[in-house]
């Protein structure tokens, strides 16, 4: 048994107060709800999200704005984690939410209600979709057979190789 270092309860996690400031962050999927349709027709996605350790919620919806243009935070949502179905009007795979990784753009409000109401929190402003990255092809030549050839000449030209005109048989 080694002795010397007794056990005295670790040290506590000192948590950030306040809200984390303004700007762009990588988050992982805490938790989440399966979305919910309300009483207007809009579904409604809860998701809890870590970042840098604090916790912030989120409640992206789809459905018509109040100005019946349609809407669909859900699908940037799962877009933004790499987790939307390959085509259109399939249902996402629930399970493979939570753990999910994107990134999204923080902003500072005062709540509303609830606990927090008169406090300064985290919202999240949108979400940042992840470039798509397709088949690599090479470009299509675009230059004629003459523009390429004289490309080529002129090339040959300013790395100093001999020109065509000139004659290549001289003695010296």
């Known amino acids: 048994m080694i002795t010397g ?3 005295q309860g670790g040290d506590e996690r000192r948590m950030p107060s306040g ?3 303004e700007g762009d962050y990588a988050f992982e999927v805490a938790d989440y709800t399966e979305p919910y349709q309300k009483a207007n027709g809009n579904w409604v996605l809860k998701v809890r999200l870590t970042i840098q ?6 409640q992206p919806w789809s459905g018509e704005t109040s100005q019946g243009e349609p809407r ?3 699908g940037e949502f799962l877009l933004a984690i790499n987790r939307a179905p390959k ?3 399939d249902g996402p795979n629930w399970r493979a939410v939570s753990g999910a990784h994107g990134k999204c753009r923080l902003k ?3 709540a509303q209600m609830g606990s ?3 406090k300064e929190v985290n919202r999240v402003a949108y979400y940042y979709r992840p470039k798509e990255v397709g088949p690599t092809a090479a470009p299509k030549q675009g230059a004629s057979d003459a523009q390429w050839a004289e490309a080529q000449r002129r090339s040959k030209q300013a790395a100093g190789a001999p020109s065509d005109t000139e004659p290549d048989d001289l003695p010296f």
């Not at 350790?53 to 989120?58: A, E, I, R, S």
């Open 5 to 7: 270092y007794t056990f």
């Open 19 to 21: 809200p984390l400031p």
């Open 53 to 58: 350790g604090q916790t912030v919620f989120d």
């Open 72 to 74: 669909d935070g859900i």
């Open 87 to 89: 085509e259109r009007g």
């Open 108 to 110: 500072v409000e005062v």
């Open 116 to 118: 927090m109401a008169g």
